[in-house]
């Protein structure tokens, strides 16, 4: 198999232009704010919505191509979806709502081939409940095994997760990746969890209005992304503006000035001395010096500051420091509940805290944000 391919644009009446591929066997996440573009690029791709221009691929095989006014019709195309609301069939049983997608395979072979894929997802023993007597969670994956049941080339999840609690989210993200081992084609994932990315994704696709700001491993876009833009809708609250003062390539350094301060990052020559640049360092990657003991790397951009708020997660504390000197902008760091207790933090207290320098990603300067007319 060779994946799928496609290219979408238009101007009109939801901006896009996207151009993405996605081999056999891997999972791309489609990541954005509501109105990015996510489920109109899902719908294009099964043929529920047609671009003003645009091209779909499927394993060499062209489902929709605007400038040959071809157009593959939905039930034609061997794509499995599964919706955020399910979409299952309310006066049927498990059973039924999988053999209604199975037209395409022997009316005496259909019983055992439904049958089959609901133990795929777990399921074997309800194949006469009607959706009404399943679970939310097992709702979802009968709505997987309908998708699965059309031998599709490629498989398309719209917000799946999203009507289930927390506890059975976690027990269909471990099913959806032992189900995917077995599965050898593209499955793309609209999302807005990025945290539901990061477990699931072999790559994401970051969407801001129709347009790609960012595609790559979920990890590297959270810890690099490549614009403010980017970095804002990944949730990176520790942005700063610096500009390049030297590189020091004998230590694999360069040097940031910040506000007056000295910043030492890794080594990024590609980046003229004197050009004005953003930052980031995640909240994880700024420590706490202990009062009652020296750590390591206490000399690797230390800052100081008093604590302007603090909020508990869990068995992890959210830190605001207001810093010393010239930056208004807060910085967070996150600390494990014990050491902030052992540390006694409160708010308005003094704290010393360094920035770990290879953690620091150094970034295009933000563009101005555009006035409201």
Known sequence: MRGLDVRLRQDTPIPLDVTLAC????????????????????RSIAGLYRPLEGKVLVDGEVWSDTSIKADIPTWQRRVGLVFQSYGLFPHMTALDNIEAALGHVPTADRNRRASELLSLVNLHGLEGRRPAELSGGQQQRVAVARALAREPKVLLLDEPFSAVDKVTRGRLYRELAAIRQRLD??????THDLDEAMMLADRMCLLQRGHILQVGRPLDIMSKPVSVEAARLV???NVFPGRIVEHLANEGVTILDWRGRRLETPHAPAWSVGTEVSWLIPPGKVILHRRDRPSRGEAENPVMGVIDSLIWLGDTMIATVRLEASETRLLTFHIARHAAERNKLAKGEKVELSLIAEAIHVMPAAQPRRRKA
């Not at 081999?23 to 109109?40: D, Q, R």
């Not at 084609?185 to 609209?190: D, E, K, Q, R, T």
Request: proline share 14%.
């Open 185 to 190: 084609m593209p499955i793309i994932l609209v």
């Open 235 to 237: 949730g990176q609250r």
């Open 23 to 42: 081999p056999p066997g891997e999972l791309l996440a489609l990541v954005g704010p509501s109105g990015s573009g996510k489920s109109t690029i899902l």
